[in-house]
């Protein structure tokens, strides 16, 4: 397990730089094993999920040449196997990526059933509901916790998704660009990280039309070819760094930043008192939080793009629970997405959350450093917030959940101020 240790109360003062986006990037590694050619994605992210996918496409036989730290070469002409069923993969979302493509390449698939964060049931209806319209069978094995899909006519079909899913979206996407005829999803998902793994299947020779809006055309082609691709910044990422400003206040600019994506976050924080200011050529964001001045209160709700993702709806929180007034959190994606808000109330935050659908927060002035425990990603990152905004020291437990998705969060925060030190405690310890 890993820890950090962090001292707060220190403003943020600095340029950060933005790394790639881990939500579009999953989706790319698994588009990358549907060509024969080689395939060079750049501005990975360097972190654990992205990792864990990179091993698992290694282990049914893809090459996987890490250039370097944010840069892969995929091959996917190796493939021999079309079971991805280990231990690991189990621990990501993005496993079901894998069902996507390889129905797409192979015509069959055995994937381990999705894990990832905590933070609700998460099912994967919508998936199934989209491959079988494109004719795959789909059987779940709850024994061996995976599932099984074959096809022998993938054929392009009209979906209509239930809810705009960003994974369904993204799985019907990477098996229906090799089907034969044109596939429709209707109330698709049209997070930044959906266009981005268009722009990339198109980048092979793919015909998608529409991402980005509710309605995706796909033209299914015969064969994708290799291409080289760009990751998009991280608007978690990005999103996150602004919550910390404005919660421990400063004054830094986010480098590599795309600030259509950012909207939502930064008109709320702007809303509150905070400034945030685009660069002229639209790739950096500067985020000042005076030191002296009581943030306001807000209402937020989350909401599919482009309203305020479910993804930094506990930074807001961590941002609001510092705020001079009364403010409400209603998380509307996910039904347990709430759960760090004990270990605010053991820093001293006033916040009381109901049905586990709405956080209603009595801002305080101050919250105090204390031993507090990590239940998942974006909690974690919010977590880290409030102990940079802390009188104190914080002792967090479990930022392994954070690694999943920030690429050096601790280096990042030193870098513009803050005293964060991650520690390895050992098992004896443990105990
Ligand atoms: C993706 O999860 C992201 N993960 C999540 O990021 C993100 O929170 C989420 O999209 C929403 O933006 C990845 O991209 C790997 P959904 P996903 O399918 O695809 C329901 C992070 O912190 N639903 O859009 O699993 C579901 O229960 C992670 O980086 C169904 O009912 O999310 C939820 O209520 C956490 N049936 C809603 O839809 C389905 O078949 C949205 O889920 C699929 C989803």
Redesign the pocket.
């Known amino acids: 397990m890993n820890r950090y240790i962090i001292n707060g109360g220190k403003p943020l003062h600095g340029e950060v730089v933005i790394g790639g986006a881990?939500?579009a990037a999953?989706g790319i590694i698994a588009g990358a094993i549907l060509t024969d050619e080689p395939v060079t994605i750049e501005n990975l992210p360097d972190v654990s999920d992205i990792n864990v996918l990179l091993d698992a496409i290694r282990g049914i036989g893809a090459t996987v040449e890490r250039i370097d730290a944010h840069k892969a070469v995929i091959c996917g002409k190796t493939i021999n196997s079309v079971v991805v069923n280990s231990e690991v993969i189990q621990k990501i979302?993005?496993s079901y990526y894998l069902l996507g493509a390889l129905v797409g390449k192979k015509g069959k698939a055995q994937v381990a059933m999705p894990g990832?964060?905590e933070?609700?049931?998460?099912?994967?209806?919508?998936?199934l509901k989209g491959l079988r319209a494109l004719g795959v069978k789909c059987d779940e094995n709850d024994a061996e916790n995976c599932i099984y899909a074959s096809v022998t006519n993938l054929h392009g079909s009209g979906i209509f998704l239930d809810?705009a899913?960003?994974?369904?979206t993204i799985n019907i996407m990477l098996a229906a660009v090799l089907a034969k005829g044109t596939t429709t999803i209707e109330n698709a998902?049209k997070?930044p990280?959906i266009v981005d793994v268009a722009n990339f299947l198109n980048s092979m020779g793919a015909r998608i039309k529409g991402a980005g809006t509710d309605v995706i055309r796909i033209f299914g082609v015969e064969s994708l070819k290799g291409t080289e691709y760009t990751v998009i910044p991280d608007q978690?990422e990005a999103g996150t760094f602004m919550c910390a400003v404005a919660a421990a206040k400063g004054d830094v600019t986010l480098k590599n930043v795309i600030p259509r994506h950012l909207e939502a976050i930064s008109s709320k924080l702007e809303e509150i008192g905070v400034t945030v200011t685009e660069s002229e050529d639209g790739t950096e964001v500067r985020v000042v939080s005076d030191v002296n001045a009581r943030l306001g209160a807000s209402t937020v709700r989350t909401r599919v793009y482009p309203g305020f993702?479910?993804?930094m709806q506990p930074q807001i929180t961590v941002v609001l629970m510092l705020g001079d007034g009364d403010s409400t959190v209603y998380e509307t994606?996910?039904e347990n997405r709430f759960r760090y808000v004990d270990e605010l109330v053991k820093m001293g935050a006033e916040i009381k959350v109901k049905n586990n659908e709405t956080a209603k927060i009595h801002g305080v002035e101050a919250v105090h450093g204390t031993h507090i425990d990590v239940p998942d990603?974006?909690a974690g990152a919010a977590l880290t917030i409030a102990a940079l905004a802390a009188d104190g020291q914080t002792v967090m437990d479990w930022i392994d959940y954070i690694e999943r998705?920030y690429e050096d969060f601790d280096g990042k925060l030193r870098g513009i101020g803050a005293d964060i030190v991650k520690e390895t405690v050992n098992d004896i310890e443990e105990a």
């Open positions: 881990k939500n999953l979302r993005a990832g964060c933070i609700g049931a998460r099912p994967i209806d919508q998936h809810v899913s960003v994974g369904a998902a997070e990280h978690i993702p479910t993804d994606i996910f990603l974006r998705g």
